[in-house]
């Protein structure tokens, strides 16, 4: 599967932005879906993920603000973000794990919340 992820840009505290992570490939559909984030100087953390009935689970920072939807139609997985926080700046990667555990990443879109 390769991965795309678009919708990245600078948005100021407390505004909205939607990921987009278009997927290649006939295992996009089944696959498991997630977005990672990673902060200048910090580790790469898991933000949302969507299995591929829809079931989602979301970091607890941002659990209330952020929503993980799929298109499989599309092969499309959203990161709707909403009350941006200055702390949510970082690069959006989008992974996808295949039922048989093969990972893969996309390049990355970048964030930036201004205060």
């Known amino acids: 599967v390769q991965l795309v992820e678009s919708g990245g840009g600078l948005v100021q505290a407390g505004g909205s932005l939607r990921l987009s992570c278009a997927g290649s490939g006939s295992s996009f559909s089944i696959s498991a879906i997630a977005w990672y984030r990673q902060a200048p100087g910090k580790q790469r953390e898991l933000v949302a993920r969507i299995t591929r009935d829809g079931r989602t689970n979301y970091a607890d920072s941002v659990k209330d603000r952020f929503s993980i939807s799929r298109d499989n139609a599309r092969n499309t997985v959203y990161l709707q973000m909403y009350s941006l926080k200055s702390e949510d700046t970082a690069v959006y990667y989008c992974?996808?794990?295949?039922?048989?555990?093969?990972?893969?990443w996309g390049q990355g879109t970048q964030v930036t919340v201004s205060s």
């Open positions: 992974n996808s794990e295949a039922p048989w555990g093969q990972n893969s």
